[in-house]
């Protein structure tokens, strides 16, 4: 699935209430919704503009449903993705292990994918530092291991968040900048300063 | 996870009375001349037969059980040669269902009673005003008091063949599992036959089993609803759970594990199966077997099928535009007919659920009637942030998001270009009418369902009925009175029910059926002459209350 509208494909993925959609929602309408849990349904898309530098990125983010229910069709969600966000509770470690799960599925499936772990809720460790059940350390290690990025965030406070959506961003400029150059591309006016031109620049 | 949808012969209805040939360009006919004589019933828009009709044929709550349900559940060619193909198990089911209920009719003694009067009275605008009619004295009403209507929460319980809780309405499964165990015992004690409906009645309740390997399904009501209805209503809650894992998909489970805890894959639809049963308790749409449309002027409505209609797809197969729980526009590809239970279901899956308010949802959705084999993939999103107004767009692929995504863009294109925008927000301030507008005094409240359009419309609920007990107690009444309407061993034509607080009546034909409630100071006399004014005024605004003229791509 890929889609003329967006520069790059940026999938959510962990256990069903590590706080996915949360993340989205403090992303794109910069706010925290403490009400009971809505878990999603299948998954929902949502576009995000970013600036790097001189230019715009449009994410286009998939938020997917936890629930096991949706497994055997997450490949439709995570085909094609630029960067994975895998999240995982901090205080849950359980939640960690279901992200190791998804860092094998992509490795396994999705070689050009980027990975970046996402320990969510950091705001309850504030509260009280034994909530934690991830240890920071053994997750870093893990994350040099896969070659993942690696974030604590809190949709709450919005600790994080803003930094982890602008480094995919970013990754994406770096990364892509080489290749964009090189392949053909079509002009869109309506956009105003495409990756394209700003490859140009830069050579 | 299942197959998606079949492309090409999947879709088929084999029954050719089910999806007859297209006659999406006839015009509207005419609208006949207001008449009471079956076959001119407000509502029906197009001629004759499904031509242009937007569901397949809908038969209220029979149509569950009737062996013609096989014909509409389309499946793939693998399932056809599987051997525990549904259509058998549909037949089964409706065989069960009618040796059930003459044998529940001797044992229930309040119906016993009431046929003992079933004879006395009868209702002169019917042409086929029959010895079916019945009246139904006042005493009956105390029964049906506010105490015993409070009381009148209903349990429901799924659980596995094997025993394992599946579901259960209040209360956590864990801590019902020796009820359900229990539930089991009773289970194949009662029935060994896959695939059945037993009940029990015990201390003014009523305890209905429903089989549908390899799942059982359990009610525990205090309600006068009857075994059918219940029955009926645990069907919509099995039918909940097919769309979220398909038919097929079910059983390949339980065939590989016997034990296995659907309570996994089920995970996080609670809330999905809660919101159904609250709806039903609520809403007349699933009592009726029918869809209610917004109140729209037929010229807008007209611009909003037109817009959707344009902004087609390949991959598309309906296109439906719904607010609250009510239709606005529905368009789908030719020949394809959307059962009224699956969009029921859709309603159902949209309104318990505030995650698709943002970005668009993409999920894959089995519409069971339709095909219980494969998924379909929905678009899901609201035009509007403040606006109750979502969009559903049905597709058979689901690498086509992006596609079925443009379709949206482009709807919503077309409708400013239309400039409809405005009218359809001023339709959407008053979703519902006023009985008053009808202009008959006694006249409190109504349901008028057209049976060849599946389409039904009802005015807002009002005083007396404010309270949400009021409420229920008036569906409740209708309720009863739908189920005495449509008793399988003595169907009532016309029933005219007195009670102290007030009088109901109601008018099944062939066409339509018609539930009025009004003063209790109103006659018998009264009611017959309010009947046909309201006739009329259905009449009279039909283009605004349904939808006559449905579109395909
Ligand atoms: N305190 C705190 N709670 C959070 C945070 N993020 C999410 N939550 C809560 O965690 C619950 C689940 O959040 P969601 O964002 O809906 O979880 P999800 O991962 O999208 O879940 P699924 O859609 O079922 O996969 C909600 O009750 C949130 O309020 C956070 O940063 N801090
Ligand atoms: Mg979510």
Redesign the pocket.
């Known amino acids: 699935m890929s889609g003329r509208r967006v520069d790059a494909k940026v999938v959510l993925l962990?256990q069903?209430?590590?706080?996915?959609?949360?993340?989205v929602e403090r992303c794109v309408h910069r706010r925290f919704?403490?009400g009971p849990?809505?878990?999603?349904i299948g998954a929902a898309f949502v576009a995000k503009v970013l600036s790097v530098g001189e230019q715009t990125v449009t994410l286009g983010i998939w938020?997917t449903?936890?629930?096991e229910r949706y497994e055997a069709m997450s490949r439709i969600y995570y085909r094609g993705a630029r960067a994975a966000i895998v999240?995982y509770d901090l205080t849950n470690s359980s939640s960690f292990q279901r992200a190791k799960f998804w860092v094998n599925e992509l490795q396994n499936c999705e070689e050009g994918c980027r990975i970046y772990l996402c320990g969510?809720?950091s705001?309850?460790l504030e509260e009280d530092r034994r909530k934690r059940d991830v240890d920071f350390h053994d997750v870093q290690d893990y994350a040099d291991e896969v070659k993942a990025e690696f974030f604590e965030t809190?949709?709450?406070t919005g600790q994080n968040v803003d930094e982890l959506f602008q480094k995919v961003a970013e990754d994406y400029v770096q990364f892509s900048a080489f290749q964009e150059m090189t392949e053909e591309k079509g002009v869109d006016l309506g956009q105003k300063s495409s990756s394209y031109l700003y490859g140009c620049c830069h050579h | 996870m299942a197959a998606d949808v079949h492309k090409k012969k999947g879709w088929e209805v084999p029954n050719g009375s089910l999806a007859p040939g297209n006659g999406q360009h006839a015009e509207r006919s005419e609208s006949p001349t207001p008449g009471l004589a079956q076959g001119t019933e407000p509502g029906k828009g197009q001629s004759a037969g499904q031509e242009g009709a937007m569901f397949v044929h809908t038969r209220s709550y029979e149509d569950l059980t009737s062996p013609e349900d096989g014909g509409a559940v389309v499946r793939s060619p693998e399932e056809r040669r599987g051997e525990p193909a549904e259509p058998t198990s549909m037949e089964q089911i409706s065989k069960d269902f009618s040796e059930l209920s003459t044998q529940l009719t001797g044992m229930a003694l309040d119906l016993e009673e009431e046929m003992r009067q079933s004879q006395e009275g009868k209702l002169e605008p019917s042409p086929q005003a029959t010895r079916h009619d019945s009246v139904l004295s006042g005493k009956e009403e105390e029964d049906v008091t506010m105490d015993t209507w409070r009381m009148h929460r209903k349990h429901v319980f799924v659980l596995s063949e094997a025993g394992k809780p599946v579901y259960s309405r209040y209360g956590s499964e864990e801590a019902l599992s020796s009820t359900m165990g229990v539930m089991m015992a009773l289970v194949s004690f009662l029935e060994a036959e896959k695939n059945a409906i037993r009940s029990i009645h015990a201390d003014g309740y009523k305890v209905v089993f429903v089989r549908k390997s390899p799942l059982v399904l359990v009610a525990v009501a205090r309600t006068r609803q009857s075994e059918q209805e219940i029955a009926h209503e645990l069907l919509y809650i099995y039918y909940q759970i097919l769309s979220l894992l398909t038919w097929t998909q079910l059983n390949h489970i339980f065939q590989q594990k016997q034990n296995y805890d659907l309570r996994r894959l089920l995970a996080?639809s609670e809330r999905i199966t809660d919101n159904l049963l609250d709806l039903m308790a609520h809403d007349p749409s699933f009592l009726m077997g029918a869809v209610r449309c917004l109140p729209l002027a037929a010229s807008v409505r007209d611009a909003v099928s037109t817009s959707l209609q344009q902004a087609k797809a390949k991959s598309l197969v309906f296109s439906i535009l719904l607010s609250g729980n009510q239709l606005v526009s529905l368009v789908r590809k030719k020949d394809q007919f959307l059962h009224p239970i699956d969009l029921h279901l859709l309603f159902n899956l949209i309104s318990s659920s505030s995650s698709f308010r943002e970005g668009e949802a993409w999920t894959p959705i089995c519409l069971p009637k339709f095909n219980s084999s494969g998924f379909f993939h929905a678009h899901i999103s609201y035009l509007e942030q403040e606006m109750d107004l979502c969009l559903l767009l049905v597709s058979t692929d689901r690498e086509d998001f992006f596609t079925v995504s443009d379709c949206k863009r482009r709807f919503q294109e077309r409708l400013r270009r239309r400039g409809v925008h405005h009218a359809l927000q001023e339709a959407l301030r008053t979703p519902f009418y006023s009985v008053a507008q009808v202009g008959i005094p006694d006249l409190r409240h109504f349901i008028y369902k057209s049976k060849s359009s599946g389409l039904f419309t009802s005015p807002e609920i009002e005083a007396p009925y404010v309270r949400e007990e009021e409420k229920e107690r008036l569906l409740g009444l209708y309720q009863y009175l739908h189920s005495r309407a449509h008793n399988s061993s003595r169907p009532l034509k016309n029933i005219y029910f007195t009670g102290p607080r007030e009088n109901l009546l109601a008018w099944v034909t062939s066409a339509f059926e018609l539930y009025i409630c009004y003063s209790p100071l109103g006659t018998k006399a009264g009611a017959i002459s309010a009947v046909n004014k309201l006739m009329k005024w259905i009449r009279k605004e039909e283009d605004r209350l349904f939808i006559l003229t449905p579109q395909t791509y």
């Open positions: 962990g069903e209430g590590v706080g996915k959609s949360s993340l919704r403490a849990y809505q878990n999603t938020d449903a936890g629930s999240c969510t809720k705001d309850l809190s949709s709450k | 996080g």
